[in-house]
Nanobody, 124 residues
Framework: QVQLVESGGGSVQAGGSLRLSCVASKYIVGAYCMAWFRQAPGKEREGVAT???????TYTDSVKGRFTISQDNAKNTLLLQMDNLKPEDTGMYYCAARQSSLCASLNRARFSYWGQGTQVTVSS
């Protein structure tokens, strides 16, 4: 069973930065399709970014140029660097994984493994 644990959330002002981390219980970073999702209050969970084991990435339009997904294979950790944060980025951020070479989709139904989430709050 794969377990994912997120950390790094917090409260920042608009324009600030945060770096989220997700540690996996098994050696899957670099072998599985990994992703970050987020869910704002009263809204559906949406895909933010994916990272395939070949290094290719996908971003939702609203975060392109501001967020960067990456991995630290040695630490079995998925990262999300978030710069120039906006109030609309506020939400619970979740790490997710799927055992597939197909990794362009931001559809949450395709992901099997989920963390408990870390809260990000951006004030104006």
């Amino acid at each position: 069973q794969v377990q994912l644990v997120e950390s790094g959330g917090g409260s920042v002002q608009a324009g600030g930065s945060l770096r989220l981390s997700c540690v996996a219980s098994k050696y899957i970073v670099g072998a599985y399709c990994m992703a970050w999702f987020r869910q704002a209050p009263g809204k559906e969970r949406e895909g933010v970014a994916t990272l395939a084991f070949d290094g290719s990435t996908t971003y939702t339009d609203s975060v392109k140029g501001r967020f960067t997904i990456s991995q630290d294979n040695a630490k079995n950790t998925l990262l999300l660097q978030m710069d120039n944060l906006k109030p609309e980025d506020t939400g619970m951020y979740y790490c997710a994984a799927r055992q597939s070479s197909l990794c362009a989709s931001l559809n949450r139904a395709r992901f099997s493994y989920w963390g408990q989430g870390t809260q990000v709050t951006v004030s104006s």
